[in-house]
Every structure is written in C-alpha cells, then in structure tokens.
C-alpha cells in the first residue's frame, strides 16, 4: 500500500479524532480526552514567538488509513532549529519503526535545508 505524508487540514478532523481516540493510553497519561475542537487548535496552535508559515502538522496516510501524525515548527526556538511538538503513531501500527523512520526521514529532509538541530517536546 502507498503511503504518503500530507498537511493535516480542518477536512481531515474526523480521520484525526479517530486516530486520537485510538490512542487511549496516550491520552490517559496526559488526562485529556480528544475532541473536534481540542484537535482543531491543534492544528494552528504555535509556541510563542512562531509564525503561521512555521508550522508543518502532517498525516501520515496508507491509503484512507491516517497511521502517524507530526507536528514541527520550523526555525523555533532559533534559526536552524526544528521542534517536533507532536509525533505519534496509530496504536495498532506502534511498534513497527514508523516513528524512528519518521524521525530520521525528517533529519534528513531538515540538514539539506541547513537545519542544525532537531529537538523534540516531551
């Protein structure tokens, strides 16, 4: 099956809420439960000081199946600097690599466009 990285826009809520809601343990931990409106801010939500054009939040997709979500934000906290604020993988696909894939095809993306360090939000 193809898989393809797309922007993640308001059209594709339903999909995200459900991959959401299928990551349970997840959201126990952080004690929130997702919704529409929760996941729309989500998807312009900025650390301060970022611009709308910094932000990347991306679905990863096979087929009509949204497997893995990644939200940077370019140049932040400095230039040369990415922040991945949020990665996560569909639970019944964890433990499979695709988030390390997803780390290191993003590392290497980033150093071709003079990006020197990648951090990630816990």
């Known amino acids: 099956m193809e898989v393809c990285w797309r922007p993640l826009q308001e059209g594709d809520l339903p999909a995200l809420l459900e991959f959401c809601l299928g990551n349970a343990a997840y959201y126990s931990f952080i004690r929130c439960t997702p919704d529409r409106e929760n996941l729309r801010e989500q998807l312009t939500i900025l650390p301060p000081g970022a611009a709308p054009e910094q932000k990347r939040f991306l679905g990863r ?10 939200d940077v934000i370019l140049d932040w906290p400095r230039p040369g600097v990415a922040y991945i604020g949020w990665l996560m993988v569909a639970q019944p696909r964890q433990g499979r690599g695709i988030g390390w894939q997803t780390v290191e095809l993003l590392m290497a993306q980033l150093k071709t466009k003079g ?8």
């Open 61 to 70: 997709w096979e087929g009509d199946d949204l497997t893995a979500i990644l």
């Open 115 to 122: 990006y020197h360090t990648l951090r990630l939000g816990c």
